[in-house]
C-alpha cells in the first residue's frame, strides 16, 4: 500500500514537472512516505528524518514532506520534534504536498489531483479499499489509515483502463483487508463484482489481489479466482498465529481448525492454486507449545511463501494497552529463524518440484543481468539466457523451467 500510495503522488509530481533525483541532497522535494507497522520501520523512518535536518539548513527552499503511517490524526509532537518539515500528511493524503509544492512553483495543482494513479509500468497496484475495520490487538493499521472506505467499481475500472493505455499488463487490487470490499457502497458489490469488471478490461491479462483476511475469503471470492480467466491463481491468507488462545489474543476472529478448513475449501476449488501467508512470532503471552502449533501449521499446510516477522509492541494498539509483551527479544528471534529455517524447506520442495514444468511468464524487468519475471503463481522467474536476449519487458512466454531454490525459479523461454 505505501509503495502504492507513492507512485501515485511521484505520477501527480510529475505531472507538473518534476522528475526523479538519485539523492535527497540533488532533490528540491523531499517525500518520506513512512511505515510503523513495526518498530524497525519506525526507527528506520526516524533515522532517515533526522538525517534530513542538515539538508534544509543548508537550503531552506528545499521541501520535505512526512508522509504515511507514522503521521497520526494529530501532528503536534512531530511538528515539535521536526520543525524543520515542511508538511505532514496522513496515508492517501496528498493534497497538501502538492499544493505547496504548486505553490512554490507558481503552478496551479487542481489537475495533478484529479488524475493521481499509479506509474505507469509492466505491473502495478491499484488500491481499492483504504483502511481496517478488524482492530487485531496488535495493528496500529486502523488507527493511522483509518476505518474501510471502498472506492467504486467504476472508478477502479477507469483507472485499470488508463494504466492499460499506458503499458501496464497486470494490476494487483489491494486493501488492507481487501476481501471486505464493497461493503461500504450502495448495493454492497463484493471483491468478486470488482474482479469481474476489470477482468473485462481489454488489455490486462493478469489480475492480482491482496492482502486477505480468513473470515471475509467468501465462495463467491474464491469462485471467481477458479472463474476469471485474468484473476491469479494464487492468495495471501494471513493466519498469524497458529495456537487458538494467540489467535483469541489477537482478535483473528477464527480458530486453528476453522483456518484449516478455509485452506481446504480454497484448494478444492482452486486447482494448482498457491498459498502465501503472514505470521507473527513471539506475540504476548506465546508459549513454546504455542509456537510449535503455529509450525505444526506451517508444516502441514505447506505455503508455497510465508512473510513472518517477530511481535513488535506499537504504542496506541490494543495489545499496548491491555496485554504484556512478555517473550524475551531473543525467544523471538529464535522462534523466527527456526520458522525460516522450516519454510526455506518447504519452498525448496514445492519449487523442486516444478523443474521440467512449462510456465507461461510475464517479464517484469531485470535484475543483476538478468531477464525476470513471474508465473500466475506469483512465483519468481529468472531467464538463464539472459545475456542475449533484447529488450522483453512486457512480454509474456512459456519458459521451461530448468532449476529452482527456495526463492526462486530458472528457465528459458521456449521459441
Not at 8 to 13: G, I, K, P, V
Not at 230 to 249: T, Y
Request: charged share 30%; net charge negative.
Amino acid at each position: 500500500m505505501n509503495k502504492a500510495d507513492s507512485e501515485r503522488l511521484e505520477s501527480a509530481l510529475g505531472q507538473m514537472g518534476l522528475a526523479p533525483r538519485k539523492s535527497p541532497d540533488e532533490a528540491d522535494v523531499i517525500v518520506l512516505n513512512t511505515c510503523v507497522v513495526r518498530k524497525s520501520a519506525e526507527d528506520r523512518a526516524i533515522g532517515m528524518v533526522t538525517h534530513l535536518k542538515p539538508l534544509k539548513e543548508q537550503n531552506p527552499e528545499k521541501i520535505i514532506a512526512l508522509m504515511g503511517c507514522m503521521v497520526g490524526p494529530k501532528t503536534d509532537t512531530l511538528e515539535r520534534t521536526y520543525p524543520y518539515v515542511d508538511v505532514f500528511t496522513p496515508p492517501q493524503q496528498f493534497e497538501p504536498i502538492i499544493n505547496l509544492v504548486g505553490d512554490r512553483m507558481g503552478i496551479d495543482p487542481e489537475g495533478c489531483l484529479g488524475t493521481l494513479t499509479a506509474r505507469a509500468d509492466v505491473a502495478t497496484y491499484v488500491p481499492i479499499i483504504h483502511g481496517c475495520d478488524k482492530f487485531c490487538t496488535f495493528c496500529i493499521i486502523p488507527y493511522r489509515r483509518g476505518r474501510e472506505v471502498s472506492r467504486k467499481i467504476e472508478e477502479i475500472k477507469l483507472e485499470v483502463e488508463m494504466l492499460v493505455r499506458r503499458g501496464v499488463k497486470e494490476v494487483t487490487l489491494l486493501g488492507q483487508n481487501v476481501d471486505s470490499y464493497g461493503h461500504d457502497l450502495e448495493n454492497s458489490p463484493d471483491l468478486a463484482d470488482l474482479l469481474t469488471s476489470v477482468n473485462s478490461v481489454d488489455g490486462i491479462e493478469r489480475i492480482r489481489f491482496l492482502t486477505s483476511h480468513p473470515n471475509d475469503m467468501s465462495e463467491n471470492i474464491i469462485e471467481s479466482v477458479h472463474g476469471l480467466e485474468k484473476v491469479c491463481e494464487h492468495i495471501n491468507l494471513p493466519f498469524q498465529a497458529g495456537s487458538d488462545s494467540v489467535l483469541e489474543r489477537m482478535r483473528r476472529g477464527y480458530s486453528n481448525d476453522e483456518y484449516r478448513s478455509k485452506v481446504s475449501e480454497i484448494r478444492k476449488a482452486i486447482p494448482g492454486v498457491s498459498l502465501s501467508t503472514d505470521v507473527i512470532v513471539g506475540f504476548c503471552g506465546e508459549t513454546e507449545s504455542d509456537f510449535k502449533e503455529t509450525l505444526n501449521l506451517i508444516q502441514d499446510i505447506q505455503f508455497d511463501k510465508v512473510h513472518a516477522a517477530a511481535y513488535s509492541n506499537r504504542a496506541g494498539t490494543i495489545a499496548s494497552r491491555n496485554l504484556k509483551d512478555d517473550i524475551p527479544q531473543s525467544e523471538k528471534i529464535s522462534r523466527l529463524k527456526a520458522l525460516e529455517e522450516l519454510q526455506k524447506n518447504i519452498s525448496s520442495d514445492i519449487n523442486a518440484n516444478l523443474v521440467g514444468r512449462t510456465f507461461d511468464v510475464l517479464i517484469e524487468g531485470r535484475k543483476r543481468g538478468r531477464w525476470y519475471g513471474r508465473n500466475r503463481n506469483d512465483k519468481l522467474v529468472y531467464l538463464s539466457d539472459s545475456e542475449t536476449i533484447d529488450d522483453l519487458k512486457g512480454e509474456t512466454f512459456p519458459v521451461s523451467i530448468e532449476d529452482s531454490g527456495p526463492w526462486s525459479l530458472t528457465g528459458t523461454i521456449i521459441h
